[in-house]
Every structure is written in structure tokens, then in C-alpha cells.
């Protein structure tokens, strides 16, 4: 069983299962994986249940699936490093989402990032200093009729304008303002 | 379950119903507008005014005119009903409705009035549209079995595993000339019989609903307003092709998509139209859901069958077809959203029916989203062959404020860009090819004069570059260099060498690219280069290297020609 990981990361894996022993999300996950038998194909779901509980994933949390579904560390990292949708960094407290699919591109969703960026002064994908807010793009939420569409904290808004997001985002930005 | 049981489940559903329905939008677009909000006002309103032995207020899915959401509908049977009736049975359309409005809106159905904005009926929008796929698609309430059979659905199942061999259904399916309504148009019935005639004790079929390309929305909302028919029409084609285990494979970014179709697999579970026996037959099946995760060449099927297997989505040379070896190694069907969805009407209405409508070569309808500069965006469903004219300006109100369109952009990322000239082209595979684009999966985006179209197919390449897998070099490197050339276009610094490099630059990716999203990524550069050479022309710079637009004084500054990586 060991073996599936490499002999630099085996001196990890005490480490790693100790750091599970007292963590309840460790469990829900390991459940999880139960449930699908422990199956090799269910790596993507395992990943998703993971980040839901975690927030993003860590490396340590990555050895952890790889030890338990038997996968290669590097198989591992490799999908959750394809993805988009797999984070390895942990999000800010908030998340501004603005969809930058085709339809809200051409309405304007442009500047509505622009000025979010402007404003907070970090660029899409990162997250301010302070752990407050996370700015991310999405490639097309699919909302396009009511383009352009930014989804705050999981809430899609409608017909977005640079000003009504600055107006959403106020507060979260970490500097009161 | 046997007929009787479904047939007793739909009669006791027509019979409970209601003298009143108030259908409530509540698929994303209008949920987004706080649909949810209004639905429980609603739900409060009826009580409020005593009514609930009357009034049903329900929870459908969309309603297809977005834009002006959330919309609710109104609905009444038998004598002495209030609400007006059009011809084709449903009462008044209410747009933009806000949760302070449900109270004057139950108030209606006892003689009061509204001031809440009201859709016409008679709008081209509405007349223009023919529904086989969106049928159900803002009547049934997706989140019911009962309310699916209701409108006779798992009534072609029944009908297929009792009265018709597998060679009888892919017959049908062959006849009524269907095409994959994923892109590429490959007819159905061919590829069905193809996994059919492959021997192998292990069969999958694959329901592709990875809709990535940005600016479509057809997929997600049949999943949203009736997932059951799209059960349906897999089981259908299981037991065609002889499959025992299904997947549908969904995109992370579609939850109430994702959270419908469990509940769908749950009840059509629990009511013995899923798992083993069904109608009592010797046919098996199961349906699993795999959550994509945020990956655009996972459309692609080779790519997508690795992503199920749990691996990186990177797509492998074909052959061999996933008909003949696909998931691990069997014979696999993957089929669009929307090609499923056709698969019942079809069987319960006849190849014959089917066949009857749309174009030579293109039979049935397609669902396309409107969306982009347009007055109405939304979800159309139109017989193929109407032309795009007919689309974007009768159906769609052309551009909004008085703009003029410029170019529908179709198939996303894969398709290309037609100008204004050609809107009198019927929409079908054939006529879109030609025209350098293609159906794609439906997405329709409106432009007008504001938009840049160097600008539009920077945007399409930026997005190709960051979603190429990496895996051949063509794709992988071609497209970075094609965004560094266009990048180099827009800020003026390009001469005519380098729209020269470019053009041969798309050919090659085209031409050696392993998988479909290299071999169409140059699609939006070509087709805009064809349409609005000129857009390009002007943002060239003089060539110091005395190219063909070369006056010689050496004009250009060194900078321009240095390499672009």
C-alpha cells in the first residue's frame, strides 16, 4: 500500500495520518471515499467532496487521497492541478466571480472586472493581502441571459455594471472602503 | 412497475390538478433574479387569500425569454376560470416579477387588476419557436416524476422494451435522419447501430452535458427544466445499443443542474424506471452522475472518457471511435444533452414525423440561445433551415436601442463569426460549414458596431490557449503564438508579414492539431479574416522590410518585427 507513494513522501506519511487522526473532516472524507468503494475512477469526485471541506487543497491532503485510494502522489497532483476547478490555495473569505463568457464579454463584463481589479487593487485569480476577498473569472456560468452576470459569495447577480459591483464588493475589500 | 402503474400515476396527477396554475420561472437566469423569492410569496399570497384548494402555484423550469425575469404564468382548467385563455391553452406571461407583486397577482384570478408588466403573446418570439426538446421545458415541474408522466413521459420507454426489438428503435433512429446535436452533426441512428454491432459483454453510454462553450445555455436549462426526458432517452439508446450502465457527465458550474438530475435518478430509481427489471423486462440499466470539473476540452469525447475514468482530461488519437473502444476499454455511446432529449418524441411520434420537419439533410429542430446584443435573449427552439434573419431579428428584436447588428458569432471558441450579409443563410450543418463556422452545440452571440472583431477573435484565442490541454504541440503552442500575434495586431505593432504568419499559422494548427479544440481553435481567426479583412488591414502597421505595403522610408520601428514570444 505504501509502496503507491514515493519513499521521500513514506517519511510524510506518519506525519500526514497523525495530522488526519484529529481533524472530523478527515473522516467525512474517508467516508466518502468509502462510498465509492475505494474506486481509482472516483478520484475527481474525491476531489471535489475534499475541496468542499477544505476550502482548497493542501499537499498534505492530496498525499492523504493518494494513500487511500492507492494512486500515485504524482497522478493526484496532476488532476487537481488540470482542473480549473481545484484550488491548491486557500480562497479568501469572500469571492467575486465574474463570468467572462462570450455573451458578458461582449456586454461589457470587461470592465466590470477592470474595475474590480482597479479597486482592490489585485488582479483575477489572487486574493487580497488581508484573506478578504478573492477575485476569480469563470470561462461561462451559462447565464447569459441575463449577461453580464458575477456571482458574489455563490449568488449569481444580474446585469452587472462596474459601479454595482463596486457597490457589492465595498466592505469586503478589507480597507473599509 | 408495469403500464398500468404509470399509466395510474398520471391519470391521479391530471386528476389532482388544480383549477388554477401559476407557473413560476425557476431555472438559473431567473433565479438569479430572486424567482425563489417569488415563488414563496406566491405560495403566501394563495394562502393568504384562501385559495390553495384552487390555485397550484408550481415550479417549473425556464420559460425560455430570460431577459425579462423572473416570469411567472398562469394557467386554468375547466369552467368559470377568470384568467384569459390563448389558443394554445395558457394564460397571460408576467415579466420582471418581484416578490411585492404576488399578492395583486393572485388577486387577478378573483377579478383585480396589476400593473405588473405583461409579455405578448403573439410575439415572434413565442409564435416562431416549434417545441419537441423545451415541450416540457416551463410546464412540468422538474423536481416531480409524477409531473413527467403526467405529459407522457416514460410512455416511449414502456414502448420500446415491450413492443420493440433493438434493431426496430435504431431503425426509427436511422430514419428519422437525427444528427448530434453537440456540433458536429454526425447522424445518430449510424453511430448508435455502430456501438450496437460491436460485440462486447460491457456496454456504457455517456450523456455529454460538459456545455463549455461560453455563450450557451441550451444544455443546462434542459437539465434544469426536465431532466427526465433526458433519462429517457438514454435508457432508450441502452437498450439499442445494448448498454447496462450510463453516465452523465456535467459540468461543476451547472449546481441546480447537478442537484435536478440527482433527484431525477433518485425517483425514476424509486419508481422502477431505472436499476434492473424495468417494466418488467429483462433490461437493466443505471445512470451515474460525474462532475466535470472546469475543464473546457472535456466536451470532447475522448477527453471527456478520460476525465470519467478519473484521469486528466487530455484527449488520445481516433481511431479507435469510443464506439468501438471507449470507457475502459468497452464500447461506448456519448451523445449531447439534446440529442437524448429528441430520442422520446421520436419514438412516441414516429421516424416519419420527425423526418417531416426541418431541411434535406438537417431533420428537427434546434434549440439555440440567444444571447449578447439582442433585445430578447433567451432560449429558442426552431425547425432547421429557418434562416438566421428570421433568428436574430424577427424572434430576437434585433439589436437593442437602435443599434445595427453587425455578426452572429455561433459554436463558441470552435465557430466563426458571420457578418450581417449572410443573415439570409438557413441554419443548418451544411450552410453553417460553408460559411466557415459551425452549428456548434447553439450557442448564438449578436454583435453590433461596437464590438471589435480582432478583439472578439483575441478573446476566442486567449480562451483556446489557456484551455489547450497541452498534450500535441500544435494546439499547444500554436495557439499562444496565434494570441501573441493577435495581441501584437491590436497594439499596432504588426505589419502585413506578421497577418501573413498568422494566416499560415492557423492553417497548420487546423491541419495537425490531435483533437477537435485545436483543429477549430483557429476557426474565429479565419472566419472574422474572411468577413472583416478590413478591421485587420487597419490596424497594421507599415512594412520596414519592404513588404507589399511597403513605401520604403523605413517608416516601421524595429520593435515590430522582433519575435513575438
Known amino acids: 500500500m505504501i509502496a503507491t507513494l514515493s519513499n521521500k513522501k513514506k517519511n510524510r506519511l506518519p506525519g500526514i495520518l497523525e495530522h488526519a487522526s484529529g481533524d472530523k473532516r478527515f473522516k467525512i472524507l474517508e467516508a466518502h471515499i468509502k462510498k465509492h468503494q475505494f474506486k481509482q ?55 467575486c466571480v465574474v463570468c467572462m463568457g462570450t455573451a458578458c464579454y461582449v456586454k461589457g463584463a470587461d470592465k466590470v472586472l477592470a474595475a474590480v481589479e482597479e479597486k482592490t487593487r489585485i ?36 446585469r452587472q455594471t462596474p459601479d454595482l459591483a463596486l457597490e457589492h464588493v465595498k466592505g469586503w475589500t478589507g480597507r473599509g472602503n | ?39 414563496e410569496a406566491l405560495d403566501k399570497a394563495v394562502k393568504e387569500a384562501g385559495l390553495e384548494s384552487e390555485v397550484e402555484v408550481r415550479g417549473v423550469g425556464c420559460m425560455k425569454l430570460c431577459c425579462q425575469g423572473p416570469l411567472v404564468q398562469m394557467d386554468s382548467h375547466g369552467q368559470g376560470a377568470t384568467v384569459e385563455i390563448s389558443a394554445e391553452g395558457h394564460g397571460p406571461l408576467y415579466q420582471k416579477v418581484t416578490p411585492e407583486d404576488a399578492a395583486s397577482l393572485v ?33 412540468v415541474d422538474p423536481e416531480r416524476i409524477e409531473s413527467y408522466i403526467a405529459a407522457d ?55 455529454n452535458a460538459d456545455e463549455g462553450d461560453p455563450g450557451a445555455f441550451m444544455d443546462r436549462s434542459v437539465l434544469e427544466s426536465d431532466p427526465h426526458s433526458v433519462l429517457e432517452g438514454m435508457a432508450i439508446a441502452a437498450y439499442a445499443v445494448g448498454a447496462t450502465q450510463g453516465f452523465i457527465y456535467v459540468r461543476a458550474e451547472y449546481p441546480l443542474a447537478i442537484s435536478r438530475l440527482q433527484t431525477a435518478i433518485k425517483q425514476a430509481k424509486q419508481q422502477g424506471l ?19 470539473a472546469g475543464a473546457f476540452v472535456c466536451g470532447e469525447e475522448t477527453a471527456l472518457m478520460a476525465s470519467v475514468e478519473g484521469k486528466r482530461g487530455a484527449p488520445r488519437p481516433r481511431p479507435p471511435f469510443p464506439a468501438e473502444s471507449g470507457l475502459w476499454g468497452s464500447p461506448t455511446l ?70 445595427k447588428i453587425k455578426a452572429v458569432q455561433t459554436g463558441g471558441p470552435s465557430g466563426g463569426c458571420i457578418p450581417a450579409e449572410a443573415l439570409d443563410t438557413p441554419v443548418d450543418y451544411d450552410s453553417l460549414t460553408k460559411l466557415g463556422s459551425i452549428m456548434g452545440s447553439g450557442g448564438m452571440i449578436v454583435m453590433d458596431e461596437t464590438t471589435r472583431m480582432v478583439d472578439v477573435a483575441r478573446f476566442f484565442m486567449e480562451f483556446c490557449m489557456d484551455e489547450s490541454c497541452g ?34 499559422l492557423c492553417e497548420m494548427v487546423k491541419n495537425t492539431s490531435l483533437c477537435g479544440l485545436g483543429q477549430t481553435a483557429p476557426n474565429p481567426v479565419l472566419s472574422t479574416l474572411r468577413f472583416f479583412r478590413n478591421e485587420y488591414a487597419e490596424l497594421l502597421q507599415e512594412d520596414v522590410h519592404g513588404g507589399p505595403n511597403s513605401n520604403g522610408n523605413g517608416n516601421g520601428k524595429k520593435e515590430a518585427l522582433a519575435p513575438m514570444i
Open chain 1, 41 to 95: 475512477d472516483a478520484l475527481i469526485e474525491v476531489l471535489h467532496k475534499a475541496q468542499e471541506l477544505f476550502g482548497y487543497l493542501e499537499d498534505d491532503l492530496l498525499l492523504f487521497i493518494a494513500y487511500r485510494l492507492k494512486l500515485p502522489a504524482s497522478r493526484v497532483y496532476g488532476v487537481a492541478t488540470f482542473y480549473h476547478f481545484f484550488t491548491l490555495k486557500p480562497k479568501g473569505k469572500h469571492t
Open chain 1, 123 to 158: 488582479k483575477a485569480g489572487e486574493t487580497t493581502p488581508d484573506g478578504e476577498l478573492s477575485l476569480l473569472t469563470a470561462r461561462c456560468i451559462g447565464a447569459c441571459g441575463i449577461a453580464p452576470a458575477v456571482v458574489y459569495d455563490g449568488t449569481v447577480t444580474p
Open chain 2, 1 to 39: 412497475m408495469v403500464i398500468d402503474d404509470l399509466v395510474e400515476i398520471a391519470e391521479k396527477e391530471r386528476a389532482s390538478r388544480k383549477k388554477y396554475v401559476i407557473r413560476c420561472c425557476m431555472a438559473a437566469g431567473c433565479m438569479s433574479s430572486d424567482s425563489k423569492g417569488v415563488k
Open chain 2, 107 to 139: 388577486g387577478t384570478l378573483k377579478g383585480g387588476k396589476t400593473k405588473v408588466q405583461q409579455g405578448d403573446p403573439k410575439d415572434p418570439f413565442f409564435t416562431e419557436q416549434m417545441s419537441i426538446v423545451l415541450a416540457n421545458s416551463g410546464i
Open chain 2, 153 to 207: 413521459g416514460y410512455q416511449a420507454l414502456h414502448d420500446v422494451l415491450r413492443e420493440m426489438t433493438p434493431k426496430e428503435v435504431l431503425d426509427t433512429m436511422i430514419k428519422s435522419g437525427l444528427r448530434g446535436r453537440g456540433g458536429a452533426g454526425y447522424p445518430t441512428g449510424l453511430k448508435w447501430a455502430t456501438v450496437a454491432k460491436t460485440a462486447s459483454q460491457q456496454k456504457y453510454v455517456i450523456c
Open chain 2, 274 to 292: 431505472l436499476g434492473s427489471g424495468i417494466f418488467e423486462s429483462p433490461f437493466n440499466f443505471n445512470i451515474d452522475l460525474r462532475i466535470g
Open chain 2, 334 to 403: 456519448i451523445n449531447n444533452v439534446e440529442t437524448f432529449a429528441n430520442v422520446a418524441p421520436i419514438i412516441r411520434k414516429g421516424a416519419e414525423w420527425f423526418a417531416s420537419i426541418g431541411t434535406e439533410k438537417s431533420k428537427g429542430t434546434k434549440v439555440f440561445a440567444l444571447a449578447g446584443k439582442i433585445t430578447n435573449t433567451g432560449l429558442i427552439e426552431v425547425p432547421m433551415g429557418t434562416t438566421l434573419r428570421q433568428i436574430v431579428e424577427k424572434m430576437g428584436g434585433g439589436a437593442p436601442d437602435g443599434g
Open chain 2, 471 to 504: 498534450k500535441c504541440i500544435p494546439c499547444r503552442a500554436g495557439t499562444v503564438q496565434m494570441h501573441n500575434l493577435l495581441t501584437k495586431i491590436l497594439a499596432r505593432k504588426a505589419t502585413a508579414r506578421d497577418l501573413k504568419k498568422l494566416e499560415d
